[in-house]
């Protein structure tokens, strides 16, 4: 009887001097988990779109290897390392190209790009939305991590005024290319960074003495300190019925220059006299929050 209390004490101490990652001291061998709640604020939804169907979460950590994650909404995730992680979510889209996304800081989104005529040609940006936070995962209980994406793009309304003062033809259709637009994002600056391309674009009619066109861009190619700077550049193709064409370029740069609002709305005059056709910018301005509605 003796024998056996004597062996059962000997376990008993045995186990107490494991590593144990429950105590209080806790030991540097052990790796400690929490949970973390994730929650989706839709705030900055832009009037029209819809929520995505799912996000790309990716926790970025000290020690601790990439976890990548594809959410559909608020969701609690369970044996998360107990550290600071930076947070980074965006809606995937097909045609855009995502990469370096193995670090934080070189995680990109990046139009498609062609070459014509030793000249880089872009597309529309889509309707992407992205977030990017921090938080510090406690061991043995849930951290809140809360994501508000907002839209990755920013509008151009290029309105036509058409003013006929006698000129034998009407106008059939308007286009052009705007020079200068940014093709990458950045998910760590949560920007768009140096990058050019050309955007060609084509106009709808409103009236028969208006039309619109509406660009969707990440954002015109940002100034960086040490580099020149990239000229943007509108050129216009107005066609007439009887199908002359009239072209005319304007450098926007100083327009576009630190453009970082949502969007920018400009106005341009087509004149068109029996001596000829004129078009002039009349006015222009930026709008920091949602959408024009025209």
Same mark, same amino acid.
């Given at each position: 009887? /003796?024998?056996?209390?004597?062996?059962?004490?000997?376990?008993?101490?045995?186990?107490?001097?494991?590593?144990?990652?429950?105590?209080?001291?806790?030991?540097?061998?052990?790796?400690?988990?929490?949970?973390?709640?994730?929650?989706?604020?839709? =705030?900055?939804?832009?009037?029209?779109?819809?929520?995505?169907?799912?996000?790309?979460?990716?926790?970025?950590?000290?020690?601790?290897?990439?976890?990548?994650?594809?959410?559909?909404?608020?969701?609690?995730?369970?044996?998360?390392?107990?550290?600071?992680?930076?947070?980074?979510?965006?809606?995937?889209?097909?045609?855009?190209?995502?990469?370096?996304?193995?670090?934080?800081?070189?995680?990109?989104?990046?139009?498609?790009? =062609?070459?014509?005529?030793? /000249?880089?040609?872009?597309?529309?940006?889509?309707?992407?939305?992205?977030?990017?936070?921090?938080?510090?995962?406690?061991?043995?209980?849930?951290?809140?991590?809360?994501?508000?994406?907002?839209?990755?793009?920013?509008?151009?309304?290029?309105?036509?005024?058409?003013?006929?003062?006698?000129?034998?033809?009407?106008?059939?259709?308007?286009?052009?290319?705007?020079?200068?637009?940014?093709?990458?994002?950045?998910?760590?600056?949560?920007?768009?960074?140096?990058?050019?391309?050309?955007?060609?674009?084509?106009?709808?009619?409103?009236?028969?003495?208006?039309?619109?066109?509406?660009?969707?861009?990440?954002?015109?190619?940002?100034?960086?300190?040490?580099?020149?700077?990239?000229? /943007?550049?509108?050129?216009?193709?107005?066609?007439?019925?009887?199908?002359?064409?009239?072209?005319?370029?304007f450098n926007l740069t100083e327009v576009f220059k630190d453009f970082r609002?949502?969007?920018?709305?400009?106005?341009?005059?087509?004149?068109?006299?029996?001596?000829?056709?004129?078009?002039?910018?009349?006015?222009?301005?930026?709008?920091?929050?949602?959408?024009?509605?025209?």
């Amino acid at each position: 009887m /003796k024998k056996r209390i004597k062996i059962t004490c000997i376990i008993l101490l045995s186990l107490f001097m494991l590593p144990c990652c429950s105590m209080i001291d806790f030991s540097e061998d052990c790796t400690y988990t929490g949970n973390v709640e994730v929650r989706f604020d839709w =705030s900055n939804l832009l009037e029209g779109d819809k929520v995505p169907e799912w996000i790309d979460t990716r926790f970025y950590g000290q020690s601790t290897p990439l976890l990548n994650y594809k959410l559909s909404g608020d969701t609690l995730l369970s044996g998360i390392p107990a550290e600071r992680f930076e947070i980074t979510a965006f809606n995937p889209i097909k045609g855009l190209d995502y990469t370096g996304l193995e670090n934080i800081q070189t995680a990109k989104a990046q139009l498609p790009v =062609s070459e014509k005529d030793g /000249k880089l040609y872009t597309v529309q940006a889509p309707l992407l939305y992205a977030a990017k936070t921090d938080i510090q995962v406690q061991p043995y209980t849930s951290t809140i991590c809360e994501l508000a994406p907002k839209s990755c793009i920013r509008q151009v309304f290029i309105d036509f005024i058409i003013i006929n003062e006698g000129f034998d033809s009407n106008v059939e259709s308007i286009s052009g290319e705007l020079s200068g637009v940014a093709t990458v994002y950045s998910f760590a600056e949560m920007e768009a960074i140096r990058s050019s391309a050309i955007l060609p674009f084509t106009s709808r009619k409103i009236t028969d003495n208006n039309y619109l066109a509406e660009l969707r861009v990440f954002g015109m190619n940002p100034n960086e300190e040490g580099f020149a700077e990239i000229p /943007k550049d509108l050129k216009l193709s107005v066609c007439m019925e009887d199908k002359r064409i009239f072209s005319e370029s304007f450098n926007l740069t100083e327009v576009f220059k630190d453009f970082r609002s949502a969007s920018m709305y400009l106005t341009l005059e087509i004149r068109l006299t029996a001596m000829g056709i004129k078009i002039s910018i009349t006015d222009w301005y930026t709008v920091d929050q949602g959408i024009i509605e025209l």
